[in-house]
């Protein structure tokens, strides 16, 4: 696995993550090109942008979010699982907020109707 400049905490989750989903170094490919937007003659002489393609499943990402590109490699590898994630349809975390937020609404409007019901 490619270590990343990020905390060890994040490299350790993202070999996880790959691993439990399946997905492989070998059936990524990856292609760096020049990003666009604020950067000014750097953006025009680098290229810090991160293309990944997932083979098997057709997934295509793209990051240019840093000036970095060892750091844009691990947020295009980071947005990949996360699609493919949601793709194998498990419980995300995403997910998972989704459905305390809901309960929670749920629980305050019950709590609403009896409040101003008694009232």
């Not at 997932?54 to 699982?81: C, D, W, Y």
Request: charged share 40%; with cysteine.
């Amino acid at each position: 696995m490619i270590l990343f400049p990020v905390s060890e905490e994040k490299n350790r989750w993202l070999k996880e993550k790959m691993e439990a989903l399946g997905i492989h170094e070998k059936d990524i490919e990856e292609k760096f090109i020049r990003s666009s937007g604020r950067g000014g003659q750097k953006v025009n002489k680098t290229s810090t942008c991160v293309y990944l393609k997932h083979l098997p499943t057709g997934i295509e990402v793209k990051s240019m979010r840093e000036r970095n590109q060892s750091l844009n490699r691990f947020l295009a590898r980071r947005e990949l699982v996360m699609r493919i994630e949601k793709l194998s349809r498990q419980l995300t975390r995403e997910k998972l907020m989704v459905e305390k937020a809901r309960r929670q609404k749920s629980k305050r409007r019950k709590r609403a109707r009896l409040k101003y019901k008694r009232g």
